[in-house]
Nanobody
């Protein structure tokens, strides 16, 4: 079992930046895939970015390409999401997720791929 705790959310104006962190604990040696998802009120949870921790391969949703960067520090068991040029439509609860699978291709942005989830951190972007 892997435990995930997100932090770094907050309120910013459009055009601003935030960096989210996700600290993993427990059976972290088993984690090969980590991702960030978000859910706005009244909408389904959607994949934002994902990274295969052993290869560094990344996937991004089209809506965040060029603005968000996912990274990880394996030594610290921490996942990051650097969010730049934030827009009001980025407002959502952001969740960290993890899984043991070594390779799932673009399914890395599918929430059904993951078996461990954090509690979320709120990001609010005002215009």
């Amino acid at each position: 079992q892997v435990q995930l705790v997100e932090s770094g959310g907050g309120s910013v104006q459009a055009g601003g930046s935030l960096r989210l962190s996700c600290a993993a604990s427990g059976y972290t040696f088993s984690v090969s895939l980590m991702g960030w998802f978000r859910q706005a009120p009244g909408k389904e949870r959607e994949g934002v970015a994902a990274i295969f921790t052993r290869t560094g391969s990344t996937y991004y949703a089209d809506s965040v390409k060029g603005r968000f960067t996912i990274s990880r520090d394996n030594a610290k068991n921490t996942l990051y999401l650097q969010m730049n040029s934030l827009k009001p439509e980025d407002t959502a609860m952001y969740y960290c997720a993890a899984d043991r699978r070594l390779w799932v291709g673009s399914a890395a942005l599918d929430m059904d791929t993951y078996n461990s989830w954090g509690q979320g951190t709120q990001v609010t972007v005002s215009s």
